[in-house]
């Protein structure tokens, strides 16, 4: 569904998303979401750049409950991960300058 991205399940959502040893950005939503074309666009242009040093991937709210253990209401939400932390939290639709420094933030520039 989101070329380029990775699906997530509840069964390995730690494993690849937190503990990971690339950073991770993590989209959850559900598949019928209106706001998920412009979530991806937003998303897709760091996915092309940064891909090889973090990790994208999303995760289906509607078959998975992740996004409840992690306070996560709002979809679509992204988050992102570093060495089992979440260091940012988007529940909104981020400008492109706030989607461009929470990945600067992740790789630490």
Known sequence: M???FEE????DFY???????????????TQDNAQNKVFY???????????????????????NTSAEDLGVFNFPTILYFRDTMELERHDYMPSEEEV???MRRLLRL
Request: with cysteine; charged share 35%; glycine share 4%.
């Open 2 to 4: 989101f070329e380029g």
């Open 8 to 11: 997530l399940t509840d069964r």
């Open 15 to 29: 494993e690849k998303a937190m503990a990971s040893d690339k950073p991770s950005v993590v989209l959850l939503t």
């Open 41 to 63: 666009e937003r998303l897709i242009k760091c996915q092309r750049l940064y891909g090889d040093r973090i990790n994208f991937y999303w995760l289906d709210v509607s078959k």
């Open 100 to 102: 461009e420094k929470a």
